[in-house]
């Protein structure tokens, strides 16, 4: 089965920046894709960025271009999520996905594309304070 752990939550002040890491365990020897969601109390599941390893593609939405990086070790079995100059907006749950056998590049972007991701991390808490 594959797993994922998302890991790199904290409370953090407005300002800083702040890595998130998300290794995963049981990949078959396929291509694939990972996406970065994040979900606020009362708010919709949002996708972030997705990025797949194998092609060199990374695609973001509008509210995370410019502050949010995402990359990959060189296994492609861990991605990270950088986010610059962190704001109060972006207290939320951050999730991982992993999008195998036939990855979107944008799967991440996409409307319900969330439910096409095939494992999911469990979540890490970011807060940010002032």
């Known amino acids: 089965d594959v797993q994922l752990q998302a890991s790199g939550g904290g409370t953090v002040q407005a300002g800083e920046s702040l890595t998130l890491s998300c290794t995963a365990s049981?990949?078959?020897?396929?291509?694939?894709?990972f996406g970065w969601f994040r979900q606020a109390p009362g708010k919709e599941r949002e996708g972030l960025s997705c990025?797949?390893?194998?092609?060199?593609?990374?695609y973001y939405s509008d509210s995370a271009m410019g502050r949010f990086t995402i990359s990959t070790d060189n296994a492609r079995t861990k991605v990270f999520l950088k986010i610059d100059n962190v704001k109060h907006e972006d207290t939320a749950t951050y999730y991982c996905a992993v999008d195998i056998w036939t990855p979107d590049p944008r799967r991440c972007l996409r409307q319900n594309g969330w439910s096409r991701y095939d494992a999911w991390g469990q979540g890490t808490q970011v807060t940010v304070s002032s």
């Open positions: 990025i797949i390893p194998d092609r060199r593609t990374t």
């Open positions: 049981g990949l078959p020897r396929a291509d694939h894709g």
